[in-house]
């Protein structure tokens, strides 16, 4: 405790200010746990760069926190590219304190001589994506929390390719942010350097998003969409790309599209939660809407509501619209004919039928670990490759190479193409979706998350993956345990044989159990929450379509078996 006061106190010196320094002396004086919480760590990049609670404290989201960030990351920029008129361009969401943090960032990296192109109001993470190589950035900065709770905030860092750093760049950048005292940080603003943008970058991001999610759709005119942006960015974007995509028949949630950081209609802004959806879910059953679609705060992830088979409204999870997308598109690249060097991709804790998805075309499957960033890495290492799309189990899809993050502006036109084409041939989303269970193989899954908050919660999900890892089972639902893959050591034991083989991706704190059957099991803790996450998927095969209802209910029934049997 020594230690986390002494840090503490060296926040009471004349470089910060008095509200700051006040609330330090109360917390020394009066909440010892609290202060515990807020100095006993320094906030670390995670999947989506770094993200925590606002408020004073190194453990805590704040100018100084962000300053020290970006004061590293000019130095690092400066290093890399020596004698060159440094550009960067910042967005940000509708966060509490995104727009003047957002502003405080602009200010450092001025301060350094660095020139800033900063979006004047709120825009989409996909938007700075695209933007960074539009205007020919070096680097770009988003504001953002994704689909945390209110009290969260983030700052995701975006290299010249227009995709999320990775490693090596993010341990070389931390290191120079390590190297520094908060005194370090410049925040004397070069008022020249900060450029405000706007329109000229939505037109060209919209017409991106047009060109790359358009396909000739039948039947606009009869399709009607129920869209809400849950108080977030997308407001922006997705209600304009569609009209100009030719889709007339939009009813927007009115009570959710004014963005608020608050996020007052929703227990959590995330579309992953079916509770999220339920005000547009209740709108398109009143009006006969045939899709919904939600997009979280920064408008990176979308959650997408179609009629099943009782014609009733129900929410897809990720991986079956990420399968569907993906065939569409597959679909679109064979009819002009593949030219051999096409690939599309996925994350290690996504579904198994991507891969079979990529065997059924004859082209190349990736696998990346958890977080968009390692899809965005891979068209920038393959450069002689095709991306053609590619997404992640928690609804998140990439269409093409335009925007280098998942991108729920292009998705969610993309995704009214299929249904409205799909409706116009006399079939739906939900039967198209079945007719890939028929082709490839019915895959199933399933998402436990534990949340698990502050110090102790840490220590917990430590211990648990420990224990998933130390005392494995022998088998799941009768089928015996085949192969163990641990990325923190890069091995995959076949649990049976003794057989090892190489994981070569970077390492991650990631275990899997694959078992005869070709049921997997994956626990990793969540690298932007408190969470520790368990992935299931289990398959059957599905001869044809009229057969989906009875797999469907033996797959729930063994999934079900799962969780009982691992106490989840």
């Known amino acids: 405790m020594d230690s986390i006061t002494s840090t503490a106190q060296s926040w009471l010196t004349d470089f910060f200010d008095e509200k700051t320094k006040k609330e330090i002396k109360n917390l020394i004086e009066n909440d010892t746990e609290e202060l515990k919480e807020r100095f006993y760590k320094d906030l670390e990049f995670g999947t989506g760069g770094m993200r925590g609670i606002m408020g004073v404290g190194t453990n805590r989201i704040n100018k100084y926190t962000l300053g020290k960030n970006t004061q590293g990351l000019s130095n ?16 940000y969401d509708c966060r509490h304190n995104s727009d003047t943090l957002a502003r405080t960032v602009a200010e450092v990296f001025s301060a350094n ?4 192109h900063l979006f004047s109001e709120l825009r989409t993470t996909p938007e700075l994506s695209f933007a960074v190589r539009y205007l020919g950035c070096h680097a770009g900065i988003v504001l953002t929390a994704s689909h945390n709770p209110p009290e969260y905030n983030g700052y995701k860092v975006y290299w010249a390719d227009g995709g999320q750093i990775v490693p ?14 908060f005194e370090d940080i410049k925040f004397n ?19 991106a998003s047009v060109k790359n999610g358009s396909f000739n759709a039948k039947g606009k005119d009869d399709f009607k969409i129920v869209f809400t942006s849950l108080h977030g960015t997308s407001i922006t974007a997705i209600p304009e790309v569609l009209k100009r995509a030719g889709y007339s028949n939009v009813t927007i949630i009115e009570e959710q599209a004014e963005p608020d950081g608050g996020f007052p209609t929703v227990k959590s802004p995330n579309p992953e939660e079916p509770e ?35 014609g009733k409204m129900e929410l897809l999870n990720g991986n079956q619209t990420m399968v569907l997308m993906t065939k569409f598109l597959l679909d679109q690249y064979k009819e002009k004919g593949f030219k051999g060097n096409e690939f599309i991709a996925t994350t290690i804790v996504s579904t198994p039928m991507m891969e079979q998805m990529a065997k059924t075309y004859g082209v190349e499957f990736k696998t990346a670990l958890t977080g968009f960033k390692w899809i965005g890495k891979m068209i920038k290492d393959f450069p002689n490759s095709k991306f053609i799309g590619g997404g992640e189990e928690s609804f998140g899809y990439m269409v ?16 009214c193409e299929i249904a409205s084409n799909a409706k116009a041939n006399g079939s739906s989303f939900y039967k198209d979706l079945i007719d890939c269970y028929v082709q490839f193989g019915f895959y199933k899954e399933k998402l436990i998350s534990l949340t698990k908050k502050g110090m102790s919660g840490a220590e917990e999900i430590k211990q648990m993956l420990i224990d ?29 044989t003794g057989e090892e083989r190489t994981i070569h991706l970077p390492k991650s704190n ?13 626990a990793r803790p969540s690298g932007t929450e408190p969470k520790v996450k368990f992935y299931i998927s289990t398959n059957a095969k599905l001869d044809k379509a009229e057969e989906y209802k009875s797999v469907n209910s033996q797959l729930d029934t063994k999934l079900d078996g799962i969780l009982s049997e691992l106490n989840l």
């Not at 093409?400 to 995704?415: C, E, N």
């Not at 159990?513 to 049921?519: A, F, I, L, R, V």
């Open 189 to 207: 603003a070069d008022e020249s350097l900060i450029h405000l943008i706007n329109e000229e970058v939505d037109e060209a991001f919209f017409e």
């Open 468 to 496: 998933f890892k130390e005392n494995p089972v022998e088998s799941v639902q009768g089928s015996k345990l085949l192969w163990i893959e641990d990325y923190n050591t890069s091995i995959a034991k076949n649990v049976q």
């Open 113 to 116: 001589g660095i020139r800033v």
């Open 400 to 415: 093409g190479d335009f925007v280098r993050d998942k991108d729920a502006v292009t998705s969610t036109l993309l995704a």
């Open 276 to 310: 999220a959806l339920a005000m547009a879910i209740e709108k398109a059953e009143e009006i006969g809407a045939d899709m919904v679609v939600g997009t979280d705060p920064d408008s990176d992830r979308l959650g997408i509501a179609v009629r099943n088979l009782e």
């Open 76 to 91: 690092y920029l400066k290093k890399s590219y020596t004698d060159t008129d440094l550009k960067v361009v910042i967005a």
């Open 510 to 522: 990631v275990l899997i159990y694959e078992t005869e059957d070709g049921t997997r099991i994956a």
């Open 168 to 181: 090596p760049q993010d341990g070389e950048i931390i290191a120079e942010i390590d190297a520094l005292s």
